[in-house]
C-alpha cells in the first residue's frame, strides 16, 4: 500500500498544478470566452445543425400542394413565422413555413406547390412531391424566424396561395391571445387554396376569401386606413406583396415573407479577382457572382441561390461587399459573403477562391 507521506505528497503537487492552470486561465486574454455573435436575420447557432426526420403523413390540402409531417426526437421549439430548410435527396436544399403547431414537440408540418419549370420552378418542389413519401428519412436544418409575430392589439393578415403556410400558426396564435384580427385569403381558386376549411371555420365574418376565378384580383385600397397599432403581415407572390407594401399608409411597412430569390442585379457590372485560381472575370449587371464564378470554376458549391442556405458562402479579401442574403451574421458580414445573392457596392472583389 501507497505511504501516507506519497500521497500527501502526490495529492500537494496535484493541488498545486491546478492552481497553476487556473492562474494560467485567468491571465489568457480570451478569458472569459465572448459570447457567439447574434445573428443578423433571427438565425440562432442551432439553426446550422443538421437534424434526420421521417415522414410520417403525407396529404394534399389543396390541389397541387402536399403536405408532409415530418417527425423526429428533440425537435427545437419554434414560433410562428418560423421555416427550416428541408435537405433533399438530392442535395438541393429548400426552404418551407412551419404550419403545424408549436406545441407539439417532437413533429414540424411543411407544404408545398408545385412549381413548374415553365413558371419558374427550379427542381425542388417537384422532388418534394416526386420523392418525399411517408417512410422517407431526410435531413432538415433549423428552424429559422425572420418574420416573427409581433405583439400587437390587432393584426391583419393578407396572404396570397401557398403564401398562408406562415400565416396559418399566426391565426392561430392571435385567436387564442384574443386579439383583434382579419384575413384576406386571396388564390386562382377555391380548390387551390390551401387550409381554406379550417380558416373559414376559425375565423368566420373575419375572413374574406377572393378566388381569382370567381371575383378577380384581391382589392387592397382597406389597407390605408389601417390604424396604425395594427400590424400587417403579408406572404405570397411578390406582386401581392409589392401591392400591399403600395398600398399601406405613408411611412408605413408590411411585415413580409419572400421565398423567391433575391434580387442578384441592380447597379453595373464589376470585377472578381479569384485569388487561389489566378483569374480575373466580370460579373455582368444583370449576373450573380455565383453564375460568373461557375462559368470559371465549375465544381463550386451552391444550393438554393436565394441567400439561405449557406452553401456558396466563400471569403472576401478585398473589395465592399453588397450584402443581399437572409443568413449571415454581422461578423460573417465583414469578409465574406454568400456569391449567390449578394454583390459588390463597388468595382472589384477579390475572393479567397
Not at 10 to 23: E, H, I, N, Y
Not at 260 to 275: D, I, K, N, Q, Y
Amino acid at each position: 500500500m501507497p505511504r501516507p507521506i506519497t500521497l500527501a505528497l502526490v495529492a500537494g503537487a496535484a493541488l498545486l498544478a491546478k492552481r497553476a492552470v487556473r492562474r494560467r486561465i485567468n491571465a489568457a486574454p480570451l478569458w472569459p470566452l465572448p459570447a457567439l455573435d447574434e445573428p443578423t436575420s433571427g438565425r440562432g447557432r442551432l439553426a446550422t445543425v443538421t437534424r434526420k426526420v421521417l415522414v410520417t403523413g403525407r396529404t394534399t390540402p389543396a390541389e397541387g400542394v402536399v403536405q408532409l409531417r415530418l417527425e423526429g426526437t428533440g425537435l427545437p421549439a419554434w414560433q410562428p413565422g418560423a421555416h427550416v430548410d428541408l435537405v433533399l435527396p438530392s442535395g438541393l436544399v429548400r426552404q418551407y413555413s412551419l404550419c403545424g403547431d408549436p406545441a407539439d414537440p417532437d413533429t414540424y408540418t411543411v407544404a408545398t406547390r408545385l412549381i413548374e419549370e415553365a413558371r419558374g420552378g427550379r427542381g425542388g418542389s417537384r422532388e418534394v412531391h416526386e420523392q418525399l413519401h411517408e417512410g422517407t428519412e431526410i435531413e432538415i436544418r433549423g428552424p429559422r424566424n425572420r418574420f416573427p409575430l409581433v405583439d400587437a392589439p390587432a393584426y391583419v393578415f393578407v396572404a396570397g396561395g401557398i403564401g398562408i403556410t406562415p400565416l396559418l400558426p399566426m391565426l392561430r396564435a392571435a385567436d387564442r391571445a384574443g386579439a383583434d384580427w382579419r384575413l384576406l385569403y386571396g388564390g386562382r381558386s377555391r380548390a387551390t387554396m390551401p387550409y381554406l376549411d379550417e380558416i373559414e371555420k376559425l375565423g368566420g365574418d373575419r375572413v374574406t376569401v377572393v378566388a381569382e376565378d370567381e371575383s378577380g384580383l384581391v382589392e387592397l385600397g382597406f389597407l390605408s386606413g389601417v390604424p396604425e397599432e395594427t400590424a400587417v403581415y403579408c406572404c405570397g407572390p411578390d406582386g401581392l406583396m409589392d401591392a400591399v407594401a403600395a398600398a399601406m399608409p405613408e411611412g408605413r411597412s408590411p411585415y413580409l415573407e419572400r421565398f423567391s430569390p433575391a434580387a442578384t442585379a441592380g447597379g453595373g457590372p464589376f470585377e472578381v479577382e479569384l485569388r487561389r485560381s489566378g483569374r480575373t472575370l466580370t460579373v455582368a449587371a444583370d449576373q450573380s457572382v455565383l453564375a460568373a464564378v461557375r462559368a470559371e470554376v465549375p465544381g463550386v458549391s451552391y444550393s438554393c441561390e436565394q441567400g439561405f442556405c449557406g452553401t456558396c458562402q466563400q471569403r472576401v479579401l478585398e473589395g465592399e461587399i453588397d450584402h443581399r442574403d437572409e443568413l449571415l451574421t454581422d461578423a460573417e458580414r465583414t469578409d465574406s459573403m454568400l456569391i449567390c445573392v449578394s454583390r459588390c457596392a463597388g468595382e472589384r472583389l477579390v475572393l479567397d477562391l
